[in-house]
């Protein structure tokens, strides 16, 4: 039973954040929202230890569906960078600021850039296409998640500087507009650079927020240098690009691992 321990354990921190924001925010919500997300979390972990082969991808359509849908088209509520940017002009700890403190600022300190590998709708999708490991040398762009990143912002900022009227809806429509957008500019990079994750790479705004604190993440793959042979076979899978031969914080595209474990399937000694 000890190999069913980390999901376990995963279950527990999720249903410890469930209870708190639910006792202090007084919004049984909560219980409801990071209970699902914890438990679909840890099933895929489950999963994994019972070498489902699609383990990762049940989970990230459990989790991806629930907030683009559920929440997003449904609810209402814009899960997207400009939703964290509106509650928190308003001063309001609720929803998306929630929701970006424990997944994107907060979390990566423990999981690093795992939400990108397990619950983010729009790789959810990019996923499904045929270009799971990149075909081509990675590209010096990685900047312009900066730029979207700074337009996520101004745009907000500029709807409370003029006073915009009826601004929810502004921002339900954001997130609809917003989701269009970064489906077809996904899709559009994976086939132009034949490369799934190229839109995580070099357009994603989130990734700013992600990449510092996933520097120091608690869990990272490590590599068992008495066990490797060199042979190069997790670096030919990874679509991420990361070195994770190299156990150092500064190794190559380190805080761009998703934790999608392929590399620790690829591995043919187990050194993973």
Partial sequence: MKKYLYSALLFVMFEAIAVTLWLTKNNIFYLFNFSYIG??????????????????????LLVGLYMLVFLGLICGENMQLEGFWYYLFTGVFEAATIHYAVAKIFGPLIFGRGWCGYACWT?????FLPYKAPRSPRKRIGWIRYITFAAS???VATLFLIKAGNIERIMFWAFIVGNVLYYGVGVALAFAFKDNRAFCKY???ITVFLKPMSLFSLIRIKCDK???VSCGK???VCPMDVDVTDNSRRRKNGTECILCMECVKACPKKAL
């Fill in 203 to 205: 357009i994603c705004p």
């Fill in 234 to 236: 997790c670096k030919a």
């Fill in 153 to 155: 912002f101004v745009f």
């Fill in 123 to 127: 790789a959810m999708v990019l996923d």
């Fill in 226 to 228: 008495a066990k490797c």
């Fill in 39 to 60: 438990f679909s979390l840890s099933l895929g972990m489950f999963l994994y230890v019972r070498k489902f082969k699609h383990a990762r991808r049940i989970v990230q």
